[in-house]
């Protein structure tokens, strides 16, 4: 474009400008009321019914892929979780083992590994909503391959036990004085308290 052309378009544009502005101060604008109108709802119309609503469904499609990508990125982790929850109540005593079962397992896991208790404690049961702990402690002694073999036998029972404390003193040449306090967790089936 040369310097010709700008100034014939500029005239131009000034020339339309004028005549706009003399036909708006003549006739007035309630003159072209209508076209205004018209002219508002050609441009209003399309752009409530069909952009507008077009534009909220992507947005809630764009939040809804949102939403599934966090959850997928969590799911994974929710579901292991959830996977060792299960195994570990698996483990737990059954709610109808009395207090019983847990001396009862101690005792004969010693026995098991020839070892006989010099104290056994009675079982104390600490209650919470779901479950209930229950403790024993016991004091021995025993060599320690002795020592090794019934700790592993106890906390890999079939039902869960804990070594809560364990306490190793030597005694003599071969012989060690252990104390220690084992635990397991039952679920509440709404009996017993704390003892």
Not at 38 to 65: C, G, W
Not at 125 to 150: G, H
Not at 160 to 172: A, E, P, Y
Request: net charge positive; with cysteine.
């Amino acid at each position: 474009m040369n310097i010709k052309e700008i100034e014939q378009t500029i005239r131009h544009l000034q020339r339309d400008f004028s005549e706009t502005v003399f036909i708006l101060q003549n006739k007035g604008l309630k003159y072209f009321q209508r076209v205004w109108i018209a002219a508002f709802l050609i441009m209003f119309v399309p752009y409530k019914f069909f952009y507008q609503t077009m534009n909220d469904e992507v947005s809630s499609l764009e939040m809804r892929i949102k939403t599934a990508r966090v959850a997928g990125k969590y799911a994974k982790s929710y579901n292991d979780a959830l996977e060792e929850l299960l195994v570990v109540q698996r483990r737990l005593p059954p709610p109808n083992s009395g207090t019983q079962w847990l001396s009862d397992t101690v005792i004969s896991s010693l026995e098991k590994e020839n070892i006989s208790p010099d104290s056994v404690s009675s079982v104390h049961q600490f209650k919470s909503k779901k479950l209930i702990k229950e403790t024993i402690s016991v004091e021995f002694l025993a060599k320690f391959p002795e020592i090794f073999a019934w700790l592993y036998r106890a906390e890999h029972n079939r039902y869960l036990i804990h070594v809560d404390f364990l306490r190793i003193h030597k005694k003599g040449l071969d012989e060690n004085k252990v104390s220690c306090t084992l635990s397991t967790l039952i679920k509440s089936s709404g009996r017993g308290g704390n003892s």
